[in-house]
């Protein structure tokens, strides 16, 4: 089955760049989806079909895609953007979906 | 507003059964494809299952192939799990979440979550 990597944790100071990295095999050929979940809560879609943003979610939040693998960034962090980021795609060999392992974003 | 809220979750013994409800509200239901996530206490995302927007289509993960099966009522904007040969590992939060129409996957409303505890 098909297997997304991603760091189990980032930290980043406030007003600075995060990226959050997700490896697989060829990940640049398939889409991949980015979801934001802070505790307590259910997961929000941040960015989907690797690079556009759903209404709602803010410009600072972009997606990037190729190879093995694919990147969140998140532009400006603010405090409130810490949570626990986690890649998706649909594995379309299995028809199954796959989730990465989540990635807990720190704000220094 | 666009809405999911699953019902159903509680407290079951191994090797039992357990039937979660999601109701939809806020769009045209029959319309979407639909998916279970589960997430365990302290763990990340799994994905469950899969049904395309008319029930035709059905997917499962190996974790739950052969005892879980995924239905939709679009009469009632209604998507179901029903899960049998329960296990501890099933223990988890189940959310149900709308796939984002030909975005090869992606969920972009979720519900709050129903509680799953298999334990005897």
């Known amino acids: 089955s098909y297997v997304l990597t991603q760091p189990p944790s980032v930290s980043v100071a406030p007003g600075k760049t995060a990226r959050i990295t997700c490896g697989g095999n060829?990940?640049?050929?398939?889409?991949v989806h980015w979801y934001q979940q802070k505790p307590g809560q259910a997961p929000v879609l941040v960015i989907y079909?690797?690079?556009d943003r759903p209404s709602g979610i803010p410009e600072r939040f972009s997606g990037s895609n190729s190879g093995n693998t694919a990147t969140l960034t998140i532009s400006r962090v603010e405090a409130g953007d810490e949570a626990d980021y986690y890649c998706q795609v649909w594995d379309s060999s299995s028809d199954q979906g796959v989730f990465g392992g989540g990635t807990k974003l720190t704000v220094l | 507003e666009v809405q999911l809220v699953e019902s159903g979750g509680g407290l079951v013994q191994p090797g039992g059964s357990l039937r979660l409800s999601c109701a939809a509200s806020g769009f045209t239901f029959s319309s979407y494809e639909m998916n279970w996530v589960r997430q365990a206490p302290g763990k990340g995302l799994e994905w469950v299952s899969y049904i395309s927007s008319s029930g035709s289509t059905i997917y499962y993960a190996d974790s739950v192939k052969g005892r879980f099966t995924i239905s939709r009522d679009n009469a009632k904007n209604s998507l179901y799990l029903q899960m049998n040969s329960l296990r501890a590992e099933d223990t988890a939060v189940y959310y149900c979440?709308?796939?984002?129409?030909?975005?090869?996957?992606?969920?972009?409303?979720w519900g709050q979550g129903t509680m799953v505890t298999v334990s005897s």
């Open positions: 979440a709308r796939v984002v129409p030909y975005s090869h996957g992606a969920f972009d409303i």
């Open positions: 079909y690797d690079s």
């Open positions: 060829n990940i640049g050929s398939k889409s």
